[in-house]
């Protein structure tokens, strides 16, 4: 039932803009805190940052503070991930997740979307 269904991936140029999105369906989107994770060819999906359900509290790994920036609207029932300044190692695939509550660690989070590529060049 669950589904959480990322976009706005694509190939840049170092210093360009994205902006992710995750539309979420088949949970009440507003009850969960949202995160978003990157995983590179050969390494670990690692954090990169979070939001809480009332959007209050956020969350961000120190390699991307002060170029990401999560917000949500829960009225889409979206969350999104604005970022700047991007980097050749911000290389990736992106995904989206829901946890019951804010958390940096990928093993709290229930529901995961399919993954959107970022591939950034210098």
């Known amino acids: 039932q669950a589904q959480l269904v990322e976009s706005g991936g694509g190939l840049v140029q170092a210093g360009a803009s994205l902006r992710l999105s995750c539309a979420a369906s088949?949970?009440?989107?507003?009850?969960?805190?949202m995160g978003w994770f990157r995983q590179a060819p050969g390494k670990e999906r690692e954090f990169v940052a979070a939001v809480s359900w009332s959007d209050s509290r956020t969350a961000y790994a120190e390699s991307v503070k002060g170029r990401f920036t999560i917000s949500r609207d829960n009225a889409k029932n979206t969350v999104y991930l604005q970022m700047n300044g991007l980097l050749p190692e911000d290389t990736a695939v992106y995904f989206c997740?829901?946890?019951?509550?804010?958390?940096?660690?990928?093993?709290?989070?229930?529901?995961w979307g399919q993954g959107t590529q970022v591939t950034v060049s210098s």
């Open positions: 997740a829901a946890a019951s509550t804010l958390r940096t660690s990928k093993e709290w989070y229930y529901y």
């Open positions: 088949g949970i009440t989107f507003s009850r969960y805190a």
